[in-house]
């Protein structure tokens, strides 16, 4: 990529900053872990950290599945037992298939020199928790982004005892992975914070290591241009923003996600759907049918007949009546 390309691209996606973050968010508080990038869209902080997948990881433990996901769709929106997951949990058995396809993995050479897959090594150690997470493929993060949906609709419907309250969130919503618009969208809103990692951080053990994020309270957004590379939607990563000067650090660039490896890590974004559960109902004078069904009127009182009356003179009885 060329210095006045990067120049311009640089000058673009600041320009788009100022004004998307004067925007007023529509709900009290955006999605746990995420900023607000537009009304609709709000992405994480930081990349999945090895500590929110072991948590993934936990729940498949305690019987999460996707079967579940009909299921809690069907849940109240709002004052929720908090027992009421444990029994949707405990309803199913453990799927130990599911559990092992969830599982990150890395390749080690054996003596053979064939390339045998163990269970990643940042996954065994309470040292990597703060590491963004590696090793995945796209399977794993579909329905990581599909259990963090159920999770977070769990969690507003029992923190929300009244349907008020739980409209101060979003009522319909999907996590997911980000696409190439929105990412370049985020860099430009939050450029600032893009930093570097520091020389002291660099792990000093394993070479190819990507570093944990350190956090803290004042940074709205985290991205180190020479940690790891981000995967996005339809098998892109964006790269150069990395730790692996192959690609060259400072240097924006996409490449195609080939398998899981150690330089790529993701980040989800969660994205709030049309609300079609409360959506409001305009009330509308009732109409006439199309068929235009005649509307009976009511008949007026049938006048009495003037009788006459032998030996009576109808004219003095219509005088005295009037």
């Given at each position: 990529m060329s210095t006045r390309y990067y120049i311009l691209l640089i000058i673009s996606l600041i320009a788009l900053s100022t004004s998307a973050k004067e925007k007023k968010p529509l709900f009290k508080k955006p999605p746990p872990g995420t900023v607000m990038i537009s009304d609709s869209l709000?992405?994480?902080?930081?990349p999945?950290?090895?500590?929110?997948?072991l948590e993934f990881l936990h729940d498949i433990r305690n019987?999460?599945?996707?079967?579940?996901?009909?299921?809690?769709?069907?849940?109240?929106?709002?004052?929720?037992d908090p027992n009421i997951p444990n029994h949707l949990y405990d309803s199913l058995p453990m799927d130990s298939a599911f559990y092992d396809r969830m599982l990150t993995r890395t390749w080690q050479v054996v003596s053979s020199d064939k390339k045998a897959y163990t269970v990643d090594y940042h996954l065994l150690s309470s040292r990597y928790y703060n590491y963004p997470l590696v090793n995945i493929n796209y399977?794993?993060?579909?329905?990581?982004c599909k259990w963090r949906t159920d999770r977070v609709k769990m969690y507003y419907a029992v923190k929300s005892k009244t349907l008020k309250q739980r409209k101060k969130y979003p009522i319909n919503f999907q996590y997911r992975i980000v696409k190439r618009k929105e990412w370049e969208r985020t860099l430009s809103m939050y450029f600032e914070y893009v930093t570097t990692v520091s020389e002291r951080l660099k792990d000093l053990e394993v070479s190819n290591a990507a570093n944990p994020y350190i956090p803290d309270r004042k940074k709205l957004f985290y991205y180190e241009s020479d940690n790891v590379g981000e995967y996005l939607e339809n098998?892109?990563?964006?790269?150069?923003?990395?730790?692996?000067?192959?690609?060259?650090?400072?240097?924006?660039?996409?490449?195609?996600?080939?398998?899981?490896?150690?330089?790529?890590?993701?980040?989800?974004?969660?994205?709030?759907?049309?609300?079609?559960?409360?959506?409001?109902?305009?009330?509308?004078?009732?109409?006439?049918?199309e068929k235009k069904e005649k509307v009976k009127k009511p008949k007026p009182p049938k006048k009495k007949k003037e009788k006459n009356l032998k030996g009576i003179n109808n004219e003095g009885i219509k005088k005295?009546?009037?």
């Open positions: 709000y992405i994480d902080k930081q999945i950290r090895v500590i929110d997948y019987s999460y599945t996707p079967k579940l996901h009909d299921s809690i769709n069907k849940l109240p929106l709002f004052n929720l399977y794993q993060a579909f329905e990581y098998n892109i990563v964006a790269v150069g923003f990395n730790w692996n000067a192959k690609y060259g650090i400072g240097d924006i660039r996409y490449v195609k996600y080939i398998k899981p490896t150690d330089w790529v890590g993701f980040r989800s974004i969660c994205e709030v759907l049309k609300d079609t559960v409360n959506k409001p109902i305009a009330i509308v004078p009732t109409k006439a049918k005295r009546r009037k």
